[in-house]
């Protein structure tokens, strides 16, 4: 999870924008960088996951063009290689500005991933700002008194500047100068769904397996070891499980749990973490820690909508322990106690040769 803001026009101000970028630090705390374009400034908040080195730095420049990506590209390398792009460092990310000199608009076609992303030309002074067909990563946009366009990974990053903010709409790309540009449509459903027979269902159990196998086995690869959220639940299971079986028996694989004390999560969570091997970690909240934390967690997830803050409050908890926990002990070998040096349970999981 990076973060990424533009002011785009007339008389953009560098420290107003540095300013308000400096809302989303939350979102990348491991680096922060301005960078002028034509009208304006790209600012980005990194958080090391690929490339942690300083050629995975954002925004990324080719020639008269700057570009910034928040997401994951995972047919980077396929990318690359088809269309013969030689990058610096091994940043999923670093090809994007290169890349659109050679397809234009029809970049987030041909990528495989979820991004927001935005490109200025620094020679035309126009701007092309895309995000993935489905949503994933969040953009918002919108414009000042003086026309002024900006964007961003979060809301509370304009709401202070601009007199019009929107939810920048998945499937859709922004071209052109930043006052007058096209929004369109870039990408549209090309399949329709089958009826449902008894004969083709074995073909779809395949078909569903084969879709989660290749969608995990995409989104693993990162420079950081691998850790999965596991509440003993279907869907984390099978992730988790399915993590298992495409990293190997041998290789480290951290889970972890959180819950009120007592909570059924943890006995599940853990016959899954004995059944994959991995390095199991839980954590408890009380009923008050998690009352206390919901305006924060308002404010981060930016909706008030009952069901996302209800899910997303033990989230928001759970990522604060795993953060203090790497503080202390980045994923150092556990004790032969059969603990990790936080006291925390891990004879579920397997002990790191």
Known sequence: MCGIFGCLGKNCDRLLSIENAHKQLHRGPDDFFCESVTGGYFCFTRLNIMDRTETGRQPFVYKDFVGMTNGEIYNHKALEKEYDIKTIGSSDCELIPELFTKVGVDLPKVLDGMFAIAIADNKTGNVF???????????????????????????????AICSTVDIFPPRMYYYGPPEMGELKQWYHMDWVPQPYSLDIEAAVYERVYQGMYKAVAKMIPCDCPAGFLLSGGLDSSLVAALARKILGPDAELHTF???????????????????????????????????????????????????????????????????????????????????????????TGRTPD
């Open 257 to 347: 749990t959180i819950g009120l004390e007592n909570a059924p999560d943890f006995a599940f969570a853990r016959d899954v973490a004995k059944h994959i091997g991995s390095i199991h970690h839980e954590f408890t909240y009380t009923l008050q820690e998690g009352l206390d934390v919901i305006p924060q967690v308002i404010k981060m997830v930016e909706t008030s909508n009952a069901t996302t803050i209800r899910s997303s409050t033990p989230q928001y908890l759970l990522g604060k322990k795993i953060r203090s926990w790497l503080q202390r002990d980045p994923y150092r070998h556990r004790t032969d106690t059969g603990r990790t040096p936080d006291g925390h349970r891990t004879d």
């Open 129 to 159: 700002i895309v995000r993935d067909h489905i949503g994933i990563i969040p953009l918002y946009w919108g414009t000042d008194t003086d026309g002024r366009l900006y964007f961003s990974s979060e809301m509370k990053c304009l709401t």
